[in-house]
Nanobody, 117 residues
Framework: QVQLQESGPGLVKPSQTLSLTCTVS??????????WAWIRQPSGKGPEWIGC???????RYNPPLKSRTNISRDTAKNQFTLQLSGLTPEDTAVYYC?????????WGQGTQVTVSS
């Protein structure tokens, strides 16, 4: 059973950088050809794919967010991280990490991130 859990601040100030960590248990982020993704969903809106990191460490980003997004990983801790810079209130959303196996078969519970001064 694969489990994912997001961690990080719930409140971030505008212009600052959001840093979230996804801790994965029950499966390695390096072994199989899965993509490890970050997805967000603002209140009342649909989900938005932010980007992902593959089992080999290759990153891919949603073009509108690419310039201010960085996804990395710590294989020893079986974690991958999201950094999103230049925050605005429009970045307020529930942020999820998920495993992409052709579909998002495992999800973290999500963490609310509010961008406000």
């Amino acid at each position: 059973q694969v489990q994912l859990q997001e961690s990080g601040p719930g409140l971030v100030k505008p212009s600052q950088t959001l840093s979230l960590t996804c801790t994965v248990s029950g499966g390695s982020i390096t072994t199989n050809s899965y993509y490890w993704a970050w997805i967000r969903q603002p209140s009342g809106k649909g989900p938005e794919w932010i980007g992902c990191i593959t089992n080999s460490g290759t990153t891919r980003y949603n073009p509108p967010l690419k310039s201010r997004t960085n996804i990395s990983r710590d294989t020893a801790k079986n974690q991958f991280t999201l950094q999103l810079s230049g925050l605005t209130p429009e970045d307020t959303a529930v942020y999820y990490c998920a495993r992409d196996n052709g579909r998002y078969d495992y999800w973290g519970q999500g963490t609310q991130v509010t961008v406000s001064s």
